[in-house]
């Protein structure tokens, strides 16, 4: 069975690490990353099945990554996770086909369904 790479970008470092656990613990191999550019940065880019990156990050964005990966044409099945929800934000999510808008503190199972919907391509 192939393990699916699953990249979790946040700054907020205890955010990071109890995503990534929970990636692990349900079989998913997972990385994480502090920032956008540290993952951009990272071999694991080309690797990776489905991306979970907090909206609000110094330098560049959630929304930014999203942008940057798109207009590059390296699209990745996206959740954003934020603790400000903002309707902008949620429609832009809407409008671009970003598989979950979640806001902080969300269910395990709501991160581990749309993880499902971005691997089984169902988005």
Excluded: W
């Excluded at 656990?21 to 990776?48: D, I, N």
């Excluded at 806001?103 to 089984?120: C, N, T, Y």
């Amino acid at each position: 069975m192939k393990r699916h790479l699953i990249a979790v970008i946040d700054d907020d470092e205890d955010v990071r690490d109890a995503i990534r656990g929970l990636m692990r613990s349900v079989g998913f191999a997972a990385e994480a990353f502090s920032s956008a550019q540290e993952f951009l940065r990272s071999k694991q880019f080309s690797k990776t099945a489905c991306l979970i990156t907090d909206v609000n990050m110094p330098a560049m964005s959630g929304i930014d990554l999203c942008r940057h990966l798109s207009g590059a044409g390296a699209a990745i099945p996206t959740i954003l996770i934020t603790a400000y929800p903002d309707d902008d934000v949620r429609s832009f999510a809407e409008a671009t086909g970003i598989i979950a808008y979640l806001v902080k503190p969300f269910s395990q199972e709501d991160l581990l369904d749309g993880i499902r919907m971005a691997l089984d391509g169902t988005a």
